[in-house]
């Protein structure tokens, strides 16, 4: 089994300080692990294990004599929104008992079948997940026009538009430990998650099919995750998302009326009036945003203008670890429960990028929006008629609120 491996660097020309290694599972999808930075004195982490001796098929092999069918995705025609079409998940893992969980580690003295991870331990791994939203399917079309070019429906007009949903979809390990979260993990951790994360960016931005990554976290059974395992994904998708595309639709006219960057211009906005801004350091801002639409929602965003994660510096990244992990713990405390614990937030965590093509790339900014739908201990908020039905947002809060509760919560 092949392997690359680089120190002090990455092969996607991040500035990563530990060891990374590539590597190829045995159905062919790619696996990459990430160690932390060694310390003074610490010895050299020891070789990891590449080989996979699970007896997978190739991934593109042949089904029932038919060839490989990827997924597939639809233009709605009413928004113009893509929507893939992912059969296949309905069959993915789902909340297995600890001894089975895909993404631990193999245990020495258990027969390795069904881990995805081969080694006997690890800091950080990506891999290409096995049951992907979006999967470039070699021979389907992988330009970068593949959508444009999609196949209209025979129907008059060509309402209808189909096209492979070639993209990409990748697991993203935190830890070895089952039981751990990434608030638990310390600051060199997820600086060697930052690492990864910039890593991967670069790496699928890079693919002829790629137009935005979007690198995310689901946290807590809540928000419907499928393994607790500590775990994100990156997704590379072949089309602009609503959100992104709404965003630069307004960074556009922003920037087409003042000749300033939008985000910029929120940022200090943000600084000046100072009620929502959470948590300040050298190099990033948390704040609870104008209209903040989630009963916890807050945005870390850096202070330099940066365009997407492998633009962050050693030092930004070093930063931004300590800087989460304060808001991390804090969310954990927003809550407290009728004995006076402690109520652990579920939360999803994304990073707004700039594209990776678009003419726009330019207007974006780099920002990290972290939220919940959890509204009081045992209560959820739930995207019902209004938020569902109409896509017309109504907050159960203020965004003063939420900044004053997490000001009164951070360390």
């Known amino acids: 089994m092949s392997a690359t491996t680089t120190t002090g660097g990455t092969t996607a020309g991040s500035a990563s300080r530990g060891a990374r290694t590539a590597t190829r599972l045995a159905d062919g999808r790619e696996l990459v692990y990430f160690d932390d930075a060694p310390l003074p004195g610490e010895p050299a982490p020891a070789p990891h294990e590449l080989h996979d001796p699970r007896p997978l098929p190739d991934r593109f092999a042949p089904v029932d004599g038919a060839p490989f069918q990827g997924p597939r995705m639809r233009r709605d025609p009413l928004t113009g929104d893509w929507v893939p079409m992912a059969t296949h998940r309905m069959n993915r893992t789902l909340l297995p008992p600890d001894d089975a969980c895909p ?40 330009g970068p026009h593949a959508v444009v070019d999609a196949t209209p429906d025979p129907l008059p007009g ?9 993209g990409r979809c ?21 600086r060697t998650i930052v690492d990864a994360w910039a890593d991967r960016t670069a790496a699928l931005g890079a693919l002829p099919t790629t137009r935005e990554v979007f690198v995310f976290e689901n946290h807590g059974r809540e928000i419907g995750v499928t393994l607790t395992h500590p775990h994100g994904q990156v997704y590379a998708y072949p089309y602009l998302t609503p959100r992104t595309e709404r965003l630069l639709t307004q960074a556009a ?11 910029r211009d929120v940022l200090d906005a943000e600084l000046a009036d100072g009620r929502r801004v959470v948590l300040e350091t050298e190099h990033w ?6 209209a903040a639409r989630w009963p916890v929602e807050v945005h870390l965003a850096p202070r330099r203008d940066v365009l997407d994660l492998p633009g962050l510096t050693d030092a930004e990244r070093d930063d931004f670890a300590a800087a989460y992990l304060r808001v991390l713990a804090a969310l954990d405390r927003f809550f407290v429960a009728p004995d006076g614990g402690a109520v652990p ?4 965590a994304g990073w707004s990028q700039a594209p990776a093509r678009d003419p726009r790339r330019e207007l974006g900014r780099l920002r990290l929006e972290v939220f919940s739908v959890l509204r009081g201990p045992g209560k959820l908020k739930y995207l019902a008629g209004s938020e569902s039905g109409a896509g017309a947002w109504i907050s159960d809060t203020t965004p003063e609120r939420i900044a004053t509760r997490l000001k009164e919560v951070l360390a």
């Open 253 to 263: 006219a922003h920037h087409e009326t003042t000749g300033r960057s939008l985000l």
């Open 285 to 290: 801002v948390a704040y609870v945003p104008f």
């Open 103 to 142: 993404l631990c580690p193999r245990r020495p003295d258990a027969d390795y079948t069904d881990g995805e991870v081969p080694d006997t331990a690890y800091d950080v791994v990506v891999f290409e997940n096995r049951f992907p939203s979006l999967l470039s399917v070699p021979g389907e079309p992988t």
């Open 170 to 190: 990748e697991v993203v390990c935190f830890s070895s430990d089952h039981d751990a979260s990434l608030v638990s993990l310390g600051a060199r951790r997820v």
């Open 345 to 348: 937030l579920p939360y999803i």
């Open 158 to 166: 060509g309402l209808w538009l189909d096209a492979p949903a070639a």
